[in-house]
């Protein structure tokens, strides 16, 4: 068997899997009607029943259900398990040294979270090496593999010298290609007292140091952090050299963060929890992804996002864990999943369908995120017969095996 794209290669077929999510309503090989066949029934999903998968070298070639799978070099039964796409997971801030127990359990403890915080790991992973940082990176990637994460986005933030963030970006690049720079994660404490004088090294000597090493550029637009006209100088600098934005928009307040990714053209504004009724016009009519991270809100007591305003308005979701040190030391999508189920109005068709296709839109990327010709083999199977046992069965470990480009690698 070959592909469209004229690969040849090795084929193996998953068969025998109970629920399959492709993520493309027009895939199943059968008729719309059919019992086995649960595309274009009000789920986002695409839901085959009784499906196989077949992969060539490291892409998808053929869905459907498993009765009419083609012949295969290699089989591989799935005994009865749901098969998901790979999480992507579109929001990281993994390069980083030390922890933040003492603040999380202060927080705990009745104090309130504010962006002040990044200080403590900006001390840290500037004293670090760069094998320390590696290792804590190389760690927290295969935590978040055996959860089903096989795409993932990372950013920088926690060096804001222009070496510490070019380190923290090379290093990161080494293991994905979607590493981000946040320079304007928080004013550099060396320019506590002249924000300017940071905004332009931001956008000059460290935005040239840096590019060669991104794919995007981020800013966090809130009190404390950014106002909005540094954003746009930020964002703006960062497009002239190629990089493409993306903005940490309205998490702990109302601000002008939204309405400046919309009008950027960005590929995501996250966080999104303080929006107002002209945010989400907004959002509802541009490109931009909405990028929620209930992790955050979870690790700070905060009013959680409202997902099905968003979704009912239109808007195109995805759900990231914002894995941090700070407000969100999670690297679980599974975790995030139920959250967005029980606390943030979403269905758990959505929830996971904003997790996989909805993460690959925040990234511009239709190679991961479904199940599909085409795309990626990366797929995570469930100890449960269905997806919705994510948010069904929370806090328990139910992905058995992970693929990641036709390799199994758990």
Known sequence: MSSSTGRTGTTTAITDIATLVTNDPSLGGGSPRS????????????????????IEGDRVVWTGESSKAPATDNRVRADGRA????????????????????????????????????????????????GELEANLTRFLAEALRQGTTTFETKSGYGLTVADEARALRLAA??????????AHIVSPDYADDPAAYVALVTGEMLDACAPHARWIDVFCEKGAFDGDQARAILTAGK??????R??????????????????????????????????????????????????????????????RLLDAGVTVALSTDCNPGS?????????????????GMTPDEAVWS?????????????VGRIA????????????????????????????EVWRRGVRVV
């Not at 002239?240 to 934005?245: F, I, V, W």
């Not at 929620?292 to 996002?305: D, K, Q, V, Y």
């Not at 997790?355 to 511009?364: I, N, S």
């Not at 990626?376 to 269905?386: C, I, R, V």
């Open 35 to 54: 019992s086995k066949l649960e595309s274009g029934r009000g789920s986002p999903l695409g839901l085959i029943r009784d499906a196989a998968v077949v």
């Open 83 to 130: 098969v998901l796409p790979g999480f992507v997971d579109s929001h990281s801030h993994l390069v980083f040294a030390g922890d933040r127990t003492e603040e999380f359990n202060a927080r705990m403890s009745g104090r309130a979270y504010s962006a002040g915080g990044i200080r403590t790991t900006v001390a840290a992973t500037r004293a670090a090496t760069d």
């Open 174 to 183: 080494a293991h994905t290609d979607e590493v981000t720079y946040l320079g």
């Open 240 to 245: 002239a050299k190629g990089l493409h934005p």
């Open 247 to 308: 903005i940490h928009a309205n998490q702990l307040s109302h601000g002008p963060g939204v309405q400046l990714a919309v009008e950027l053209d960005a590929a995501s504004a996250d966080h999104c929890t303080h929006l107002t009724d002209a945010d989400v016009d907004a959002l509802a009519n541009g490109d931009t992804v909405a990028t929620l991270l209930p992790g955050a809100e979870f690790s700070t007591r905060a009013e959680w996002p409202d997902a099905r």
């Open 328 to 344: 969100s030391f999670t690297s679980s999508v599974p975790f995030c999943i139920a959250l967005a189920v029980r606390d943030m």
């Open 355 to 367: 997790a996989t296709a909805g993460g690959a839109a925040a990234l511009r990327r239709t190679d």
């Open 373 to 400: 010709p085409g795309a990626y083999a990366d797929l995570t199977l469930l100890d449960a017969p269905s997806h919705v046992h994510l948010a069904y069965r929370p806090g328990v470990p139910l992905v058995s």
